[in-house]
């Protein structure tokens, strides 16, 4: 990947230069409607290039549907979101997918790919007209699977990976998008710990501004430069994690007693949970 | 990421070698570090697809001969041979050879180039159709296709209804029947949310019942005596009314298909691993299910107007495809459609020899062969049968 991240890391410096003072993401007043229903309500929220931005609330209070937004799957029902100055939604599908990929939490297929077939999926809106990859795709989807240290499985069928093994591959063929922004739902869910750590890292490591959604409070405070809180489709709160991360917001949103504490060793900030009185 | 990479070795050497993977819950259960059976680990075996493609062309070639030569009346294979030969060059026959120069260019021939190029395009919308409704159980008649061709077949069969388009008019209304099925099915199928897999596959089995009826109803109410045997050879798919006429339109319309299909591997690719992934690497799952609707409904409509509805192809030939170079959409639509016209032209053959004179609808032996692969598909992919996402 090393080659990827340099051609996306130039291409991001000569973008963002030309939009003054923009950030690489900007959510604008987004709302999302789905069967007439109202889910995501005017949000708006804005990430720096190569930050890592975690979008955190309890079940149901939109932030797959935010994300999905995101990664074109639904459409706004008004307001915009752009990345380096650029309206995702007015551009093909095809050109918006060289520059978000997404880490989705569809992990069922009904046909048994390759690793290898999987991962090379990921330069599909980069290829024009017909015919398999080239021999560069290749090249890039080998250097991916090394990246997330999945070099060994790509003979194998998808199907037969462990949730730890998909979610790694599934992040090599996000990696071979080269995309300027990654967006991740969800991607600790089902993991053990040492992988829900793994893949956090991975995310961090990858280069691009990351948007992902997260359960666990402590990942989030502990892998994100900046939080937004979702409460019932609208944005509660925004930050740093020490300064969201209140007890007097996680009893609001979460409906949860929280104590923070320092971690013993790092300093870092660390929360334990109860149910509220 | 260490358990990960330990896992082989935690797995009991040789722990239940031969055990069948059975139902696939490892496959769905996650964070399992345990392997369940040390074969899953092994990368996936396949053959190559070119020497593959270029053996099955072969075989292709050398059937098309088999399929000349033959047939219920007795034409050597050197004097076949030799009137091939002259009707691709051109070349003089004596008087007395017009006759079988007749049954072999005017009658074998046509009739075995249409069974190869039905097979194919069976098999080819066989693989875009699974694709479509993500799931490898389909075949293109789930989409009504067959039930709804069938009602136009037997309104000129039973009742002569298009008579002014005289030889043309079953092919013409099955045609048209079949179209205007698959509209129906698109149209009922629709949400404003795109076609859901799911959707798809119910409402064309349930019009599909709805078509089954009105051709039953024609059937009954048929007054020739001959009415639900002509109705029943033209549902169980025949070749014999194959002529030069009907080759071309049927050839080009495969030949488009497929090539429009093969150009969209990449795609079909992306939309049978889920409709959120398609959308993630640029491919509009909504717009691509339209597009394979359009593509199928041309190829198939015009299979079914040629040829009746040859059932199971569509099925197995796909299956096949995969089970021997994966899943690749590239790789499939290269091996199936050789596959599939290859497998009809032989149950063609077998169609009108096995009982000469008298002649076997050609879905009787597609059946034979279908059934228990599909009954032996389905116990393998037990938990596969959801279909939807």
């Known amino acids: ?277 | 990421m260490d358990c990960e990479g330990k896992a082989p070795g935690h797995a009991p050497a040789g722990a239940r070698p031969g055990t069948p993977r059975g139902p696939r819950q490892g496959a769905t259960a996650v964070s399992d570090p345990v392997r369940r059976t040390p074969h899953v680990n092994d990368p996936v075996r396949r053959t190559p697809t070119v020497p593959l493609a270029l053996g099955l062309a072969a075989a292709l070639l050398l059937s098309l001969v088999c399929g000349v030569a033959f047939g219920s009346s007795g034409i050597e294979l050197p004097r076949v041979l030799r009137l091939l030969g002259a009707g691709l060059t051109g070349g003089r026959l004596d008087a007395d050879e017009a006759a079988g120069y007749a049954i072999v260019w005017e009658i074998r021939l046509p009739r075995t180039v249409l069974a190869a190029v039905v097979g194919a395009g069976l098999a080819a919308t066989g693989v875009a159709v699974q694709a479509l409704v993500r799931n490898a159980l389909a075949d293109p008649f789930v989409l009504g296709i067959s039930s709804g061709a069938a009602v136009g077949a037997n309104a000129v069969l039973l009742f002569g209804a298009f008579a002014s388009l005289g030889v043309w008019a079953i092919s013409v209304s099955a045609f048209g029947s079949a179209l205007a099925a698959m509209a129906l099915v698109y149209l009922a199928a629709r949400t404003a949310y795109g076609l859901t897999p799911l959707r798809l596959v119910l409402t064309g089995t349930a019009l599909s019942y709805g078509f089954s009826a009105a051709t039953t109803l024609m059937v009954f109410s048929a007054d020739h005596a001959e009415a639900a045997r002509d109705a029943m050879m033209w549902l169980l798919g025949s070749l014999g009314g194959a002529t030069w006429g009907s080759v071309p339109i049927a050839a080009g319309t495969v030949l488009a298909g497929l090539a429009h299909l093969t150009c969209a591997a990449g795609r079909l690719d992306a939309l049978a691993m889920g409709d959120e992934t398609s959308a993630s690497l640029g491919v509009d799952p909504d717009r691509l299910r339209r597009e394979l609707f359009t593509v199928t409904a041309a190829v198939i409509g015009t299979v079914v107007a040629v040829s009746g509805a040859i059932g199971f192809v569509g099925l197995l030939v796909p299956h096949l495809a995969r089970m021997l170079v994966g899943a690749a959409h590239r790789r499939v639509l290269v091996v199936a459609p050789l596959a599939g016209a290859l497998l009809l032209v032989w149950v063609d053959i077998a169609s009108r020899t096995l009982l000469a004179p008298a002649e076997l609808p050609v879905g009787v032996f597609t059946a034979v062969l279908g059934v228990p692969a599909f009954l032996l598909m389905m116990r393998r992919r037990g938990q596969a049968l959801g279909g939807g996402r």
């Open chain 1, 1 to 277: 990947m090393t080659g990827a991240d340099g051609v996306t890391g130039t291409a991001g410096a000569t973008r963002t230069a030309g939009v003054a003072g923009a950030e690489e993401l900007s959510v604008d007043g987004v709302s999302v409607e789905l069967a007439g229903a109202r889910l995501v309500h005017e949000v708006s929220l804005a990430a720096a290039a190569g930050q890592v931005v975690g979008l955190i609330g309890p079940n149901g209070s939109g932030k797959s549907t935010l994300l999905r937004c995101v990664y074109r799957v639904l459409r706004p029902a008004g307001g915009t979101v752009r990345l380096a100055g650029d309206d995702l939604h007015a551009l093909t599908a095809r050109r918006a997918a060289t520059r978000v990929a997404a880490l989705t939490q569809e992990h069922t297929a009904e046909f048994d790919f390759t690793v290898a077939e999987v991962v090379a999926m990921g330069r599909l809106p980069h290829r024009r007209g017909p015919g398999g990859p080239s021999a560069e795709d290749r090249e890039r989807c080998t250097a991916a699977l090394r990246k997330v240290r999945a070099e060994h499985l790509a003979g194998r069928g998808f199907l037969n990976l462990s949730g730890g093994e998909k979610q790694r591959v599934l992040f090599a063929r996000a990696l071979v998008q080269e995309p300027r922004l990654l967006v991740l739902d969800e991607p600790t869910n089902h993991l053990d710990i040492a992988h829900q750590l793994e893949v956090l890292a991975l995310a961090r490591e990858a280069g691009p501004t990351v948007l992902t959604a997260l359960h666990d409070l402590n990942l989030a405070a502990g892998h994100c430069d900046r939080l937004y809180v979702l409460a019932a489709g609208r944005i509660a709160a925004a930050g740093p994690p020490a300064e969201v991360l209140r007890p007097a917001l996680l009893a609001e949103v979460f409906g949860v007693r929280a104590a923070p504490v320092r971690h013993p060793e790092t300093g870092a900030l660390q929360l334990l949970f109860d149910r509220l009185p």
